[in-house]
């Protein structure tokens, strides 16, 4: 591996930082808007989005003057660290209402929507304020009108009484208008610009608009989207009067009815706001991001300088094989950013991931996994949800968890920040060598054939239709954009119209491989896979990149238990980088296959180095560890400073800690020690705490051990035992769930504990 490389790799800059929602939602002082981005700065999240969150006072609120002067504040203190901003375009969300300032300026910019209303043939058609008739039509023997009226749609707003189904919150604005649309700008866009130009283009890099949504939240629920001169734009894409009906009608014909409709309602949502948000930020030298509001809105992030998506509400979780609709989540985004030459693609992530309701229940282990699934994908930069300015007065339970500062693990956020930069830094400079493309529609995907694939080590993007009708192929290969691929895998639910059929044959006529749905699992597309495993390994995730000429793998574990895949490969040798801890271990292939376990919440990235022939080397097989040592009783020290003994069972198993007198909702850390006699020491020292509830630090002999987060929670103990007594401390910590969420989840370290000498053990 180059040196250069390895330093970026291990060093990154503040460019390749996460960036952190960071929700204001309390009064604001400059004093503690300091502190908190110096926080922040001291554990490596380098940088922020400025988000107005419930909380905060509606004297100081979203665009006052006070509330820009305190974003003037954040934004100097981020120039002066070399740290990165990006700007929220709302005062809540969804984006586009500016907090209800577009409303309020001109009422007719209210979101519109089209109902279906019966006609009486005795009886004139009645039309009410702000109602207008769009077309009328027969259906079922039946006379209706179609009226365009105001959705009585509502944004999330900030201040009391502004939540969804609250009497003030703001109205959403007509996001298909191109002048409510421009009121918006000028209302949100302009006015920061105004109050801090100096800042735009070098520490603002870029304005964060957040899931559109054209009638708004809270919406008359009888109705579709629509605006006042939309008739046009409909029938435009293939849609007919006739039709209307089925937009609100369940039948056989409606799901095809519906998808032109929502087709020519996104071609107008990207022309008219989309569009203007990118051309206002190109005119003023930073960049648009964000994300549309669904995971298969491919087409939705054509304006997008930095794609962008949203992984909330667990739509994707650990431990589960369910193939649902989000499985798919961060593939639109990565898939367009790579044909269209995007640098950076994002993904606003974690927020409400908490499992069975209990948000506060999520864990630094299942952020692990979640991190780790995006960035093996191709996201490269990640928007945790949230860092809370406060949490006091319930501020902490508007769509938690916190992640930041406030939660349990932020002591040990620096490891997540470095993790994340170093392999944001390899996928953001590094060229995706992704060869397998799904074919989709503008706002469909197939999840059921990107898991086939992935279960195969099979990278692969999305890619439209539109795309592939229009793409050169030849010499086996179809290139979109700046993305060539060989293989093009047809999804077995795809309805495929006269015009794609024939590019898919043109495709296949140039040596590209076509492959159905089906005949992934018959290895029809293995050519494209980042790696050849001789054995199957359906938990493992594989991601080829190429970086001045050298070939590397992301690899990620997936799954629950360790694996070890054995990976065909010419490398004459394979340097291997732990992103983690930053450990870097050569190994070289035996006849060509490498042996690489890989822990359950781990990756590891190789880099392959030039081919040659193949050489032995050590085995890399796990090694059976021997020497085993019983640990005796413990002593617990708990938060008030009570003491307790506490002696395995007959399993090992030593007790939750919510079985303790007043423990059943304590949510923080237990101090657990032991002492042990050791005669001699001989190999290398293991210490297996078993279950531990949830982040383990260990110090032997008061020395320190690297923290583990997530299981397996082993510790190497080489070097630090003496002969005669040691001593051996295990501080636990939990999360706020207990506390916040009223729960009483397991917590504490209950084993059972080993710790052994494995002589072989390298």
């Known amino acids: 591996m180059l040196q250069s490389h390895l330093n970026a790799f291990l060093n990154p800059s503040s460019e390749y930082t996460p960036c952190p929602f960071w929700f204001w939602n309390d009064e604001l002082s400059d004093a503690e808007i300091l502190r908190q981005i110096n926080d922040f700065h001291s554990k490596g999240v380098d940088g922020f989005v400025i988000h107005p969150r419930t909380g905060l006072p509606l004297g100081d609120g979203y665009l006052s003057d006070d ?47 089209l109902i279906m209303r019966e006609c009486v043939a005795e009886r004139p058609l009645y039309l009410g304020e702000r109602e207008s008739l769009v077309a009328q039509c027969l259906w079922g023997g039946k006379q209706y009108a179609f009226i365009c009226c105001d959705s009585g749609g509502t944004i999330r707003g900030y201040g009391p009484n502004e939540d969804d189904g609250e009497p003030l919150a703001p109205p959403s604005a007509d996001l298909l208008n191109p002048y409510a649309v421009a009121c918006f700008i000028r209302h949100t866009h302009d006015r920061y610009y105004q109050a801090m130009p100096e800042f735009f283009g070098s520490t603002i890099c870029g304005f964060f608009t957040d899931e559109p949504n054209i009638i708004g939240r809270c919406a008359r629920p009888d109705c579709v989207p629509w605006t006042d001169d939309f008739l046009q734009d409909y029938l435009s894409g293939g849609g007919t009067v006739e039709n209307l009906p089925l937009l609100f009608e369940d039948c056989p014909e409606s799901e095809d009815a519906r998808r032109i409709f929502r087709r020519a309602v996104n071609k107008r949502l990207n022309h008219v706001f989309y569009a203007q948000l990118s051309d206002w930020c190109h005119e003023h030298h930073i960049v648009l991001t964000g994300h549309p509001a669904l995971s298969t809105d491919i087409a939705l992030e054509e304006h997008f300088d930095w794609p962008g998506q949203d992984l909330v509400y667990r739509m994707v979780e650990p431990a589960s094989d369910r193939v649902l609709p989000d499985s798919v989540l961060g593939i639109s985004a990565v898939s367009y950013a790579r044909q269209q030459g995007r640098k950076r693609i994002l993904n606003e992530c974690f927020g409400c991931c908490g499992k069975d309701g209990f948000q506060w229940s999520f864990t630094a282990d299942e952020m692990k996994w979640y991190t780790d699934w995006l960035l093996v994908r191709g996201t490269n930069l990640l928007v945790p949800h949230a860092f809370y300015y406060s949490v006091r007065e319930g501020r902490g339970n508007e769509r938690p968890p916190a992640i930041g500062p406030n939660n349990l693990w932020w002591k040990h956020w620096a490891s997540f920040s470095l993790y994340m930069k170093r392999l944001c830094w390899l996928l953001t400079e590094a060229r995706d060598m992704t060869s397998c493309a799904v074919l989709c529609e503008e706002d469909e995907i197939s999840p059921a054939a990107f898991d086939t694939l992935w279960q195969r080590q099979i990278p692969a993007h999305a890619v439209m239709t539109s795309a592939v009708q229009n793409g050169k192929a030849e010499n086996g290969q179809l290139t979109v954009g700046q993305q060539t691929y060989t293989t093009l895998v047809i999804p077995s639910n795809m309805t495929i119209d006269q015009k794609t059929s024939a590019a898919i044959e043109r495709i296949g006529h140039a040596g590209v491989t076509v492959v159905a749905e089906a005949e992934i699992a018959e290895g029809k597309a293995d050519r494209s896979a980042a790696v050849r495993s001789l054995t199957p390994a359906p938990s493992l995730r594989a991601l080829a990149l190429e970086l001045d000429g050298k070939k590397w793998l992301l690899l990620s574990n997936e799954g629950e238990s360790c694996i070890t895949p054995q990976l065909c ?117 293991l210490l297996d705490l078993g279950d531990v509830r949830n982040i383990a630090e260990v110090f032997i002999n008061g020395k320190a051990v690297p923290a583990r987060l997530w299981a397996p929670y082993t510790f190497r103990l080489s070097g630090l035992l003496c002969k005669g007594k040691n001593e051996l401390t295990v501080i636990v910590t939990n999360t706020l769930a207990n506390r916040l969420d009223g729960c009483k989840l397991p917590s504490g370290l209950i084993g059972p504990v080993q710790l052994w000498f494995d002589r072989t053990d390298p």
Not at 97 to 105: I, P, Q
Not at 631 to 656: A, F, H, K, M, Y
Not at 659 to 681: I, K, R
Request: charged share 20%.
């Open 67 to 113: 509330f820009l002067a305190r974003v003037r504040t954040a934004v100097a203190e981020a120039q002066r660290l070399g740290m990165l901003v990006l700007l929220y375009d709302e005062g809540m969300y969804p984006s586009g209402s500016a907090h209800g300032e577009v409303v309020k300026e001109n009422s007719t910019y209210a979101s519109r929507c």
């Open 569 to 685: 490969t010419d490398a004459a040798s394979v340097d291997v980088l732990d992103a983690w801890d930053g450990t870097l271990t050569e190994l070289t292939p035996v006849e060509g296959i490498l042996s690489l376990a890989i822990e359950r919440r781990t990756s590891r990235l190789l880099c392959l180095n030039q081919t040659s022939v193949h050489q032995s080397s050590a085995s890399t097989e796990a090694h059976q560890p021997d020497c085993r040592i019983a640990l005796p009783s413990w002593e617990l020290t708990l938060p008030d400073g009570r003491t307790d003994s506490v002696i395995p069972n007959s399993d090992g198993l030593l007790p939750d800690w919510t079985t303790l007198p007043d423990m059943a909702h304590f949510s923080g850390s237990v101090t657990y020690h032991t002492a042990f006699s050791m005669d001699a020491l001989s190999g290398n020292a």
